[in-house]
DNA sequence: CTAATGTGCAACCTTGGAGTTGCACCTTAT
DNA sequence: ATAAGGTGCAACTCCAAGGTTGCACATTAG
């Protein structure tokens, strides 16, 4: 859980996601559309992977990253629980100032 | 939105939000549930604050902080952007292989 | 074999995050 | 007026994150 909001914390992961969720890519690839090397792209990679969020799988001499995206339903799944028990405490917050108000 | 996932990306900030989506409370308060001091959850609910997922209103000696979790809506909307397009590969992988086969 | 391309690993630097302590200020109770 | 509780701000430490360069290893093209 932490990891993968520490992820999606970091814009040039966001965007690394962003362009894996339309196609596969290698660490090369995704380095020419960002203003960083391919080494600091790498880093970004193994983080994700670490998190969870990509799936790396050696062709030949390059590797490819594929998005894996199961935990962003975890994230959202917490942000929901957060967001239903705000919901939760306003209606009570309704209920308690009486039903003619609400 | 960095500034939103880098918030939640924090054990102690996730749990301040998880209490603050139930009521509201004050630092002093907050750090009790806390193993850290007054001081680090005051650094935590500002972080909190520049995210835009707090809210502070002082109440004579004491300093409230509510839960505004607007921007919590725009987290998964990014999210959800993310999983359409993986979708939308997933699709257009499937039609390539042939509806017979899909 | 040799050159070129794609990777991976390690060292290094710099910055910011998380936490602490210390202190000064404001507000309320006695 | 004075003490106590609640804040806010600043300085300091520690460590990890993001980035870089340099180099060694694997794989394919000539």
């Known amino acids: 859980m ?9 814009p040039s992961r966001r965007r690394l996601l962003e362009t894996l ?3 596969e890519a290698t660490a090369t690839e995704l380095a020419a559309d960002l203003p960083v090397t391919r080494q600091a792209v790498a880093k970004h990679l193994a983080a994700l992977r ?3 969020l990509v799936d790396a799988h050696r062709a030949g001499r390059e590797t490819r990253y594929r998005l894996t995206p199961g935990p962003l339903e975890d994230a959202v799944a917490w ?6 028990a705000w919901d939760a405490r306003l209606d009570a917050l309704r ?6 108000r609400g």
Chains 1, 2 share one sequence.
Do not use: M
Request: charge should be negative; charged fraction near 30%; proline fraction near 4%.
């Open 95 to 100: 209920r308690h100032l009486g039903p003619a």
């Open 50 to 52: 670490d998190a969870g």
């Open 2 to 10: 932490t990891d993968v909001f520490a992820a999606l914390a970091d």
């Open 79 to 84: 942000i929901g629980e957060v967001g239903d």
């Open 21 to 23: 969720a339309r196609r």
